[in-house]
C-alpha cells in the first residue's frame, strides 16, 4: 500500500469529520456533483475544450477522469476515480483504478509528460522516468544526477519490480488507450494506478497542450494549470487569427523520405492544424487520417521541387548534412534559396530535442516561429525559439 | 549443343522482357507521366517539363538502375550458394553475410539512438546514407572474413553450411539484443530498414554499388569452370586438379561482395537469391554456370524490376516495401514451377 503521511491523512479526516457541518446549507436543491464540501475538494474546476482523448467530471468528494479511445464509431473508456487517501471508494465503478490524490509521485515514460509535469510545477514530483536519455527539463535532471528521480524501463523493458516498489502515485504511459494495455497488468494488480497520456492522439496544437489539466487534477493544481493554459489558448488563438488570416500563403514541404518513402503529416493531424494557423499552404491538408501519409517520394517530389519552405526536417544540423543523406534534396526549390527550417533549435547536449517536450505544452510557441518564418514582418521581430535557419 | 537454338530463342525472350520491364518500372508510378514525355527527359531534356525530369532521372531511373543491380547480384550470388552447398535451400544470406550487414547498420541506428553516440560518429565526418551503407558493408566484411578464416579450417562443405547458418543466428542474437535495449522509435526506424528499399540509392552512391556488384560478377563468372566441377562433388572437383579449398574462398568472397554491398545499400531484399536460381534451371535446362549465370542475373533483374513496378501499387499515393512484394509474389511463381516440374534434378 501507498505511504500517506500523517499529517495529511489527518488533515482529511479532519475536513471529512466538518463536511456534514460545514455544508449544511448548500445540501437541499445542489445537484451532487455541483455540491461543494466544506473545504472544496477541487475550488478550480477543469474544463476540457479542444482535447477529445479524455474528460474530467468533478463530484461532491472525487473526481472521475475517463481516458477515451475512439476508433471509428466504437468509444472504449478508462476509469479513474480520483480521491482525497482515505476516502472511501464511491459505488458503481467496478472497473475504475482509483488514484490518491494529490499524487505525490510520478513515474512517466515520455519526456513530454516532464513537460506538462514541468507545466503543472509540479516535475519535483517526477520520481521515475522510462529513460533518461531525452530529457530536457533541468529539475528532472538534477533529479536523475541526485537519484531522487529513477530510470524503470520502458515498453517490454519496464522494470515492474522497481516500479512496485517504488510506491508511486501514479505511473503515465505512452500506450494507445486500447493497445498493449496488457503489459501493464502486473503493476495495475499491485495497486499501482496506470494512466496512459494520449495526447500524441489529439489533432489539435491546443488539444495536445490541453493534456496539462490531467496532471492538474492529479495533483490538485487545478488554478495554477487553469491559468496558465488560458493564456497560452489566448494567446495561440490570437496568433492563429494573425497567421491563418495571411494574404499569401507560402507552400510548405514536411519532412524527409527515408529510403524512397516520405512520410508526411495528414490534413487532421496537429501538425496539419499547426500550418492551416500558421497561414501555409499545405497540399496534404485535406487529406484524411490524424497520423502521417506514407507517400512514396515520387509522390511528394512535385511540391517538393516547388514549395517556398521546407520545414522539419529530421535528424540534419545543416544543408551539408541534407546533401549528405541524399544528394537529390539539392534541387528543391525551398533548398535552393536556403528556406529551410528545422525543428531542433533547443537541442540539448544528450542530442535531446526540447521541442518534442516543452513544445508540446507551448503551442504559441511553436505557432510563433511558424508564423515568423513563413510571413517575415507579420508579428514583431524576434528571434526563433525552437526552430532555426539551416545553413 | 542441340539445343542451343531454343536456348538463343529464350534469351531473347528474356532480353525483350528485360527491356518491357525497364520501360514500365520507369514510366510507372504515382505521379502519371505520358511515354512520350519519358522520351523527351532522354532524348530531349532541354524541352522536358522539369519536374517530369526530375521524377525520371532522379527518382525512378536510380531506383530501375538499383533493382537491375541488386536483380543480379542477389541471384548469382543465391545460385553459387546453392552449388557450393548443393542444397536447393541456400541462399545469399546462408552465410551470415547479409545478418552481418543487418548488425552493422543496427550498430549505426540503434546505438546511434542515443544522439550522443550518433553525434560523436557525425564528428568523424561521415554522416547521412554513407554511415549506414558504411556501418553495412563493415558488418558484412567482418562476417565475411570470419567465414573465410573459419573455412581454411573446415575441409567439408555441410560442416561449412552449419557454421554458416550458426554465425547467422549469433549475429542476429546481436542485433536482437540491440533492438530489445532501444528506444521505440530507434527500433522502428530499423525496422523500416530491414523492409528492403530500392529507392534510397541515388548518384554516387548508386556508381559505387554498381562497381562492386559488376566485380562481384566478373569473379562469379570467372569462377564458373569451379562451381560446375563442385556440383560432381568435392572428390571429382579434386581429381580434376581442383583446390576445393581455394574455390570455396572465391565463391565465398564472390557472394560476400554481391549479398554484402546489396544489403547494405538497400536493406535485407529476401527470395530473389533463392528463387531465381531455380527458374533458371527450370527455364534452360542445365547445370552449366556459363549459361546458368547470365541466366539468373536475366531473371533476377526482370523480377526485381516487376516485383518494384508492383510495389508502386499503381495509381496510389504509397510504395510497399520492395522485401514483402518480392516475396509474395516469387513464392507463388516458385510454386508453380516446381509442381511443373516434379523433381529437382540441379544436383
Redesign the interface.
Known sequence: MKKISPFFSFAFVAVLCLTPFLSCRRRSGSKASEAVAGKDLSPAKSRIKYAHGFTIDYYDRYKEVKILNRAGDKMDTLDYLLLPAGASVPPGHPHAQVINIPVKSLIVMASLHIAQADFAGVADRITGLG?G?YVNSPVVREGLRTGRTRQVG????LNNELVIAMHPGVVMTMSNPDAAFGQYRTLMDAGVPVVPNAEWLETTPLGRAEWVKLIGALTDREEWVNRKFDSVAQLYQQLAGTGGGAAVKPSVIIGM?????WYTPAGESYMAQFLRDAGAGYHWSNSKGTGS???????V??EA??ADFWLNVG??DSKK?I??????YG?FHAFRTGAVYNNNNR?N????NDYWESGAVNPQLVLADLIRILHPGLLPADSLVYYKQLK | MTKSPFRNVRVAGLLLLLLLAFLLDLSIGTIKIPLKEIFTVFFSPSTADPTWLFIIKGIRLPKACTAVLAGCGLSVGGLQMQTLFRNPLADPSILGITAGANLGVAAVMLAGGSMATFYAIKDLGVSGSWLIIGAGCLGSGVIMLLVLALSRRLRDNVMMLIVGIMLGSITLALVSIWQYFSDPEAVKDYLMWTFGSLGGVAGGQLSILAAVVVIGLIVALLSSKMLDALLLGENYARSMGLSARRARIIIICSTSLLAGSITAFCGPIGFVGIAVPHVARNLFNTASHRILIPACCLIGMILLLLCDVIAQLPGSQTVLPINIITSLVGSPLVITLLLRQKSINAW
Not at chain 1, 520502458?154 to 523493458?157: E, G, K, P, Q, S
Not at chain 1, 546533401?323 to 537529390?328: E, I, M, Y
Request: aromatic share 8%.
Open positions: 529513460t536519455q520502458i515498453d517490454a523493458n523520405p527515408f529510403k524512397g518513402t501519409l506514407p507517400l512514396s517520394f515520387e509522390s517530389a512535385p521541387l516547388t535528424y540534419v548534412d546533401l549528405a543523406k541524399d544528394t537529390r534541387s537541442t547536449d544528450l542530442g535531446s
